[in-house]
């Protein structure tokens, strides 16, 4: 979109020409054009076309006017979002399809301005040999052969632990994240299937030595080890989540 219906016509206008063989760009072809189409009134006639294409920057600014064109376009993407959702909420339609269909829009706004830019892989050895390989060393999680096959978490990944169900998949990412939180890091657990209470006690008998048996028995003998363990956990920075319909917006927001 463009910021007057003017520009709009003349890019328009362009962008048709530039699809025809041979056909120069420039001032008077662009008149000619939109004079055929009936539109050159609606830019100005021909002294305002001038004017417009006279505001041209110089291109040894390109670079900059470029950004500065981005950062408009992405504003004025953000009021008409703003505006969607303002519609959104007047509308008779359920909450939960209001909040996902904007939901949805505000994340596509978010991928679309968050472009990768392509870099060769001699540049990019290049830069990590002159950072040093030493220096990637990345999270340890408390498991030395673990860490020494993975050198660490690394920013930035993506890691599935996977395995068939009852395996211990929930029960090994619970150690790694309390080895992690005791090595004073911080942790945000999200458990789609598990509540919180359960893996809060799954890491209560982790750390006192008991089965979940032996804790509910609310026999007094244990209540030392209990508390003591307690105590140890209530000192970590972990957080758990366990809302099942959370979305990924939702969850990075939280982190």
Not at 58 to 69: D, G, P, T
Not at 106 to 131: F, M, N, W
Request: net charge negative; glycine share 6%; proline share 4%.
């Amino acid at each position: 979109s463009f910021r007057s219906d003017v520009f709009g016509i003349i890019f328009a206008a362009m962008r048709s020409m530039r699809d025809e063989v041979n056909q120069e760009i420039d001032c008077a072809t662009i008149a000619m054009r939109l004079d055929k189409q009936g539109q050159l009134a609606d830019v100005g006639g021909p002294v305002e076309l001038m004017a417009c294409m006279e505001a041209v920057p110089h291109a040894a600014h390109i670079a900059s006017y470029a950004r500065e064109m981005l950062d408009d376009s992405r504003r004025r993407q953000l009021l008409h979002i703003g505006s969607a959702f303002v519609r959104h909420s007047q509308s008779h339609d359920p909450i939960d399809e209001v909040l996902a269909r904007a939901e949805g829009e505000l994340h596509a706004a978010i991928e679309d301005s968050v472009r990768p830019t392509d870099e060769s892989i001699g540049s990019i050895l290049q830069a990590a040999t002159k950072a040093g390989f030493a220096k990637r060393k990345g999270l340890e999680v408390g498991f030395p052969k673990l860490d020494w096959m993975t050198s660490g978490l690394q920013p930035g990944q993506l890691i599935y632990l996977a395995a068939r169900p009852s395996i211990g998949k929930s029960a090994l990412a619970m150690n790694l994240s309390q080895n992690v939180c005791e090595a004073d890091g911080s942790v945000l657990f999200v458990s789609l299937e598990m509540t919180k209470l359960d893996l809060a006690v799954r890491m209560l008998c982790r750390g006192c030595g008991l089965t979940r048996h032996h804790i509910n028995s609310g026999k007094p003998e244990y209540n030392p080890r209990i508390m003591a363990a307690a105590a140890q956990l209530d000192r970590l920075q972990l957080f758990i989540s366990d809302h099942p319909d959370q979305t990924i917006i939702q969850i990075s927001s939280m982190a």
